[in-house]
């Protein structure tokens, strides 16, 4: 009876590494993430003028880091396309899966057959990092996560994000899913330059969802004069991740911060960087556009918008509204031939989000088991981490309520 049930065991966990690579590691669910002194992920950091291209700041800005819920930048980037296009409108209600409501934490608590509006999912990622919001987005678009994952991918390689690979859309734990500072610069510029009217939801300082408030994870929203938006992301592998795009006095910079050993550590090596190099940026832009390439071997532009037809329940999407001059043409961007139709849906008001509330921060919990780099980048993770001088000595996070997974 034993050996049958070793047997048993060792076939289910044969089952199981089959597809281990597309969904996230096992963890504890409700458990804190308590890091001591030996808590150093590897960090890599980069500043870029946005005006001029420049280079202001660089530490590891190639080599291959877990995104975290940095992944969710994507996720909106090709959701933005959807909003352009007219496939989908901000208030077109999205069908929540079994498979989005059973994601992990941080998440709103979506429930199998349900729906939510394209505009609640959309504050849901950018405040909350909510991981169901984002299986939601992620099906509505290509049918499943896994189908989602690969355009997230093509998408990178259009953009020139050549050591990028997502395997899922919501930045939870997976070995194959990895990044570099270089690439989350290129995506924290690109979706400013190509949709600078839904960009803005990043700036969202808050969101009231089913009557509960959740502040924006981005404390530097609140504390850093400048600051737009745009993103956080946390996993035990990654450390604590953040990009900030800053403007003053005519001055653009974008900076990633990839491994703090905290939230405090990381926004405040972040706050450093921001004063050190902003008043070192050009005022007048002349930086090339970002331009999306076809990744094919033929060369050419190209767009993954119009891939697929839409299908959403319980009502058909209305298609057909007029495109608005400043949504189909944004300023400082280059766009692919194809990329832009006819129909973009007029936007609901968010009055709201331009109020301001106090509500006790909420701390989103990534954490789960430290993952390893997909085999093929080895090599390249084999070289010490580099950890910014200020990580060492910062103090541990305050106390949080981390539930598992994911982005402070």
Known sequence: MIVGLVAGAALLLGAGAADARLRPHAHAVGHRAIHGSDYHPPYAALVVDDNSGQVLHEVSPDEPRHPASLTKIMTLYLLFEQLESGNLRLDTPLPVSLHAASQPPTKLGLRPGQTIPVEDAIKGLVTKSANDAAAVVAEAIAGTEEEFAQRMTLKARALGMSGTTYVNASGLPADEQITTARDQITLGRAIQMRFPKYYAYFSTPFFIYRGMAMNNHNSLL????????????????????????????????????????SNAARDARMRQLIEDNIP??????????????????QGGEFSLSSTRSIKLTPEPVAVGQPVPAEAAKPADVVKPADAAKPGAAPERAADAAKQAVAVPPDRPADAAKPSVVAPDRAAATAKPAIVAPDQAAAAPPPPSSFSAVGAP
């Open 222 to 261: 609140r504390t850093v004069d400048g600051v737009d938006g745009i993103k956080t992301g946390y996993t035990e592998a990654s450390g604590y991740n953040l990009v900030a795009s800053v403007k003053r006095d005519n001055r653009h910079i974008v900076c990633v911060v990839l491994g703090g050993t």
């Open 280 to 297: 070192r940026a050009a005022t007048e832009r002349t930086a090339p556009m970002i331009v999306e390439k076809d990744p094919e071997p």
